[in-house]
Each structure stands twice: as structure tokens, then as C-alpha cells.
């Protein structure tokens, strides 16, 4: 789906970019490296980088265009500047804007793995788990938990999926039914994928007839 020439010269760029951050914030030059961050911005997006702070994840995908060829890539480029420059705030001291921008990179880089059904290049995934790491804290919106409990089915990782339902249950009682699914579609593995996904065949039986005859609440494993 994506254009891989074009994108692998968005990727170098950006290398060298990530490099240049790393060399100033260990020089404790952050202005530098937030100016960087934005000439990075308008030189692989062409937008500027004060608009990118404006606008919403799902607006920025939108002003990227339809061709999804284009806008796959150019939003996990811009997933990547939002985490460096959450970095860099975050060194300088400040407290609430590194936890929406590491919110804003978390939206952009889920998004672009369920666009493209897969990583668009070999630190995706990696680059996620540093980002949810930095959120560990937080409580995550509804609506992006249902993003990562899809990311983490997508890939595999049933029993964090199962985990990250019943926390959307205790938000959003009516997410039942998908949870129902969830359970029905990993009863169409295998005992060996659903092993490899850390829920074996017996728990996904008990966590579907917990979840079918109780209340929205009913966890389909017992306690940690």
C-alpha cells in the first residue's frame, strides 16, 4: 500500500533528525532541538509545525489528503516528531504538555498500524511500547483504549487485549458486545496461537460465558 522508495527517504531524513535531537538534548540545547523538530515538521509534512499542534490526529490524517499512500506515512512521521518533542519538554521540565503530545503520538501510531494492517517499518511496534511506557501513568480516553485493545488483538497479544476490554468495560458498559467477539474470534485459533497470545483455549471459554452471563463487568480471568 505504501510507496516504499518515497517513504524510506521520509525515514532517513527523519534518522538524521532523531541523531541531531539526541546530540542537543544531551547538550541541554532544547530550544535548538524544538526548532529542529519543526524544520523537520515543514521540510517532510509541509506543514507548519504550530498548525500540527492545532489540529487533531484525525484532522491531521485528513489534511494529509485521501491517498492513503501519502498520508499513512506522512502521519507516522508526524507520531514521531510529537514523541520527540515530548521528549525534549519533558527534559525541560515541563509536566502537562509531554502527556498530550505522547497522547497525540500514541493516536497517530495506532492509527497507522490498523490503516496498514501491519508495521510500516521495523520499530513500529517498538516506538509504541516506548510511548505507552511514557503514558504508564495516565488514564488513557476511552476511545484510545479501544485503539489499542484492537492494535493489541491485531498483533497478537491476547491476554493484554483481554485486559484492556474489561478496562473499557468499566468506562463504557455497552463495549459488551465487542467484547463478546473478541472472545468468539480467538476461539477460531489455534491452541497454539492462543497459547503464543498468553490465553489459552480454556480461559477464552470461561472469559466469553463470564462476559455472556454476568454484567459488563464480569472479568473473564481470575485475579493477577
Partial sequence: MIERDYFMRMISILTQMIARILFL???????????????????????????MQRLSPAQIMQLFGSDLTVAVPKSYVAAILFKE???????????EEPAR???????????????????????????????????????????????????????GQYDKAEDLLYDILDMKPEFKTEGMRFYERLLEKSDEDLSKGGLPRDEV??????????????RGRGPE
Fill in 85 to 95: 518533542e515530548a521528549e525534549v519538554r519533558a527534559l525541560m521540565g515541563e509536566e
Fill in 25 to 51: 538534548k544531551n547538550a541541554k540545547d532544547f530550544p535548538k532541538a524544538l526548532q529542529d523538530i519543526k524544520t523537520t515538521s515543514k521540510t517532510l509534512l509541509g506543514v507548519d509545525g504550530d498548525l
Fill in 101 to 155: 503530545l505522547y497522547l497525540r503520538s500514541l493516536t497517530l501510531l495506532l492509527d497507522v498500524y490498523e490503516w496498514a494492517k501491519e508495521p510500516i517499518e521495523h520499530d513500529h511496534p517498538q516506538v509504541i511500547e516506548q510511548v505507552l511506557a511514557k503514558l504508564q501513568d495516565f488514564v488513557l480516553p476511552v476511545d484510545l483504549l479501544e485503539k489499542l485493545f484492537r492494535y493489541r488483538e491485531r498483533v
Fill in 205 to 218: 471459554v470461561e472469559g466469553l460465558e463470564k462476559l455472556n452471563s454476568g454484567g459488563p463487568g464480569s
